[in-house]
């Protein structure tokens, strides 16, 4: 509720000014659990913000996977989307799973389409920071067994991600 979002914004408020003092950004993500888990919550937090130093980073993993609806959030959030992960719910993450299944939190990989997502990022001028992103089990591991087999596995996903921008 705004109450709550208020009291955690005057929690931020130190961390906020040293943000403006050293022209950064303070992206806080969109997590399952925590009070930014839905997508009313997210648009009141949107419409909450007031410095230019404070936005989401958004992880679309933890939303409905419904690439309209992500798409209408990242409008609403505008120039208040610091961050974004390319990263979907596929089969999720907190269990061990074939890797196959696994990967399917990549871009271009499980059923999420990412077109008019990116359609937004683009209708919005986003120009931040994207991170093409998945959990792999357990925690901490490659997503993948070889450098060579990651850098092909994200560069794969980079393509994907190109191949579904508007031009």
Not at 14 to 39: F, R
Not at 42 to 68: C, K, N, T, V, W
Not at 72 to 89: C, S, T
Request: net charge negative; charged share 25%; hydrophobic share 40%.
């Amino acid at each position: 509720d705004s109450a709550r979002a208020a009291d955690e914004q005057c929690r931020l408020h130190e961390q906020i000014v040293e943000a403006e003092k050293h022209d950064i950004k303070i992206g806080i993500e969109n997590h399952s659990g925590s009070l930014l888990a839905t997508p009313d919550a997210l648009r009141y937090f949107a419409d909450f913000i007031e410095s230019r130093h404070l936005g989401l980073a958004m992880a679309p993993y933890h939303l409905p996977q419904e690439p309209e609806l992500i798409a209408d959030l990242i409008e609403h959030f505008g120039h208040k989307l610091v961050f974004f992960q390319a990263w979907q719910h596929g089969q999720g993450c907190m269990e061990k799973l074939p890797k196959e299944q696994e990967l399917l939190q990549m871009p271009g990989r499980g059923p999420l389409d990412f077109k008019p997502i990116l359609a937004s990022l683009a209708r919005i001028g986003y120009q931040g920071w994207t991170e093409i992103f998945m959990h792999p089990v357990p925690r901490g591991i490659p997503i993948l067994p070889t450098t060579a087999r990651v850098t092909q596995e994200i560069n794969r996903a980079r393509a994907y991600l190109a191949s579904e921008s508007v031009p």
